[in-house]
């Protein structure tokens, strides 16, 4: 059981880690997008310094490239979020079913040790009983040879 859980988590390190590095890749390409898009907000190509349809057409389709990699940064996001919510659904029910292996032990060892004790009040009371026994034959025995000095003493 051990070795199960060890696996899994081991697993997880590894999705994490290339989910992670997946992740951080796109980031890297959304910043590089982004400073494209800077450049291209300072291109002034036009008459007097002025910037012209084409440098906002251009502008704008590198908007719309960052917000294309935003989506897929989201869309990762939520995979990654979907997978862990998965991975923590697995590891509740591991645990669920560890806890109730460990309650069926403490169970059965809760009923051994009522047995354990029966038995142990069982040879408690006839021990009891021989020591009662024994006291009575004791006292009967005392008094038995009390008695039979009183007649050998009146002989």
């Known amino acids: 059981m051990l070795a199960i859980l060890f696996s899994i988590l081991l697993s997880l390190f590894q999705v994490d880690a290339s989910e992670s590095a997946r992740l951080q890749r796109l980031v890297e390409e959304r910043e590089s997008l982004f400073r494209q898009w800077q450049s291209s907000e300072n291109k002034k190509s036009g008459i007097f310094g002025n910037r012209t349809k084409k440098d906002m057409t251009e502008t704008n389709e590198w908007l719309e490239r960052i917000i294309s990699k935003d989506n ?8 990654s979020g979907s997978i862990e919510t998965a991975v923590i659904g697995q590891e509740k029910e591991d645990y669920k079913a560890i806890t109730m292996s460990l309650e069926q032990d403490v169970q059965a060892l809760k009923r051994a040790l009522a047995e354990k004790e029966k038995v142990a009040q069982e040879r408690l009371s006839d021990r009891r009983t021989f ?3 024994t006291v009575i034959f004791f006292l009967f025995t005392l008094g038995l040879g009390f ?3 009183k007649i050998k003493k009146r002989n």
């Open 72 to 79: 897929q940064i989201i869309e990762e996001l939520k995979l």
């Open 131 to 133: 020591e009662w026994t």
């Open 147 to 149: 008695w039979i000095y």
